[in-house]
């Protein structure tokens, strides 16, 4: 399950604070051309679909009632312009009632 496979939630789990969290795990390099940035927004865009109507309670019903969070682990480090869309993107989903994170593997 990677990023590139926008049908698959990657994982799901619930955290020590009683969050649900969904993962995206993300193991491409960035490139000139901006194509990682068009797969991360389908996979996001996937993830907040499955969330909006409702899809994630029949797949995971623990998950009602508790605060939702969408997670990004990146294999490579963001350049500026991933850092921007990633900036961007927690606004979007802030206001949408979701929280947001990401992370690099070290």
Do not use: C
């Not at 399950?1 to 993300?26: K, P, R």
């Not at 993830?47 to 009632?65: F, H, T």
């Not at 979007?92 to 979701?98: A, P, R, Y």
């Amino acid at each position: 399950m990677a990023v590139d496979n926008e049908d698959v939630i990657d994982a799901i789990s619930t955290d020590s604070d009683d969050v649900v969290v969904l993962t995206i795990n993300d193991h491409l390099e960035w490139d000139e051309n901006n194509l990682h940035l068009l797969i991360l927004q389908k996979k996001i865009n996937a993830y907040l679909d499955v969330l909006q109507n409702g899809q994630i309670y029949e797949s995971y019903p623990s998950a009602v009632g508790k605060k939702i969070r969408i997670q990004l682990v990146f294999k490579y480090l963001t350049d500026a312009i991933a850092e921007d869309f990633l900036n961007q993107t927690q606004i979007f989903l802030k206001d949408n009632g979701f929280d947001f994170q990401y992370h690099h593997l070290k």
